[in-house]
């Protein structure tokens, strides 16, 4: 199976700073890499696919990046409704398998 | 507007069976691949298992394989879970997921609510 390593698991920032999240994962997957935004009592809402490419809808402050094993999120701009958990996910092959999460949190 | 509608929660004693269904509406169902996705209280997602849009692909984590069967009925637009010989480890908040593509490949654009699954005894 494909371990997720995101770090890290959580982080205190304020409104308008830039927030970067790492995903790694335990062999290269090249470009299959999802990223989803969890509020408290709320499903996941599926922000990035493919490393870089923005789900339609979603505020160009977020960013992807990455290949191989190693992977970004960034929050250019971090806004109020951004305080949430993201999760990376891998959907190189089965088991699909997501991250521990990182929570971001207001400072 | 997507609709999933995920329903059969409850409490379960060990061992014992339940059935989760999920309802779509919203999109041309048998167009996509579908997914259940859960989330333990307090932790982490864990995909659990997924179907193509014809039901000739499916997968599962090892965690339930050979416990749980998950299938769809494209004619009613409805996935659905069968749970056997449950495990105080299956406790978990069961989301149902839509794939962006017809296979089981694993990117959840859409989510519905889900239904908890508590097994206690």
């Known amino acids: 199976d494909i371990q997720m390593t995101q770090s890290p698991s959580s982080l205190s920032a304020s409104v308008g700073d830039r927030v970067t999240i790492t995903c790694r994962a335990s062999?290269?997957?090249?470009?299959?890499l999802n990223w989803y935004q969890q509020k408290p009592g709320k499903a996941p809402k599926f922000l990035i696919y493919?490393?870089?490419s923005l789900q339609s809808g979603v505020p160009s402050r977020f960013s992807g990046s990455g290949s191989g094993t190693d992977f970004t999120l960034t929050i250019s701009s971090l806004q109020p409704e951004d305080f949430a958990t993201y999760y990376c996910?891998?959907?190189?092959?089965?088991?699909?398998?997501f991250g521990g999460g990182t929570k971001v949190e207001i400072k | 507007e997507v609709q999933l509608v995920a329903s059969g929660g409850g409490l379960v004693q060990p061992g014992r069976s339940l059935t989760l269904s999920c309802a779509a509406s919203?999109?041309?169902?048998?167009?996509?691949?579908m997914h259940w996705v859960r989330q333990a209280p307090g932790k982490g997602l864990e995909w659990v298992s997924g179907?193509?849009?014809?039901?000739?692909?499916?997968d599962y984590a090892d965690s339930v394989k050979g416990r749980f069967t998950i299938s769809r009925d494209n004619a009613k637009n409805s996935l659905y879970l069968q749970m056997n010989s449950l495990r105080a480890e299956d406790t978990a908040l069961y989301y149902c997921?839509?794939?962006?593509?017809?296979?089981?490949?694993?990117?959840?654009?859409?989510w519905g609510q889900g239904t908890l699954v508590t097994v206690s005894s």
């Open positions: 997921a839509k794939d962006i593509s017809t296979a089981v490949g694993g990117r959840f654009d859409y």
């Open positions: 919203g999109f041309t169902f048998d167009d996509y691949g």
């Open positions: 179907i193509s849009w014809n039901s000739g692909s499916i």
């Open positions: 062999q290269s997957i090249s470009r299959y």
């Open positions: 493919a490393a870089s």
């Open positions: 996910q891998q959907s190189y092959g089965t088991p699909l398998t």
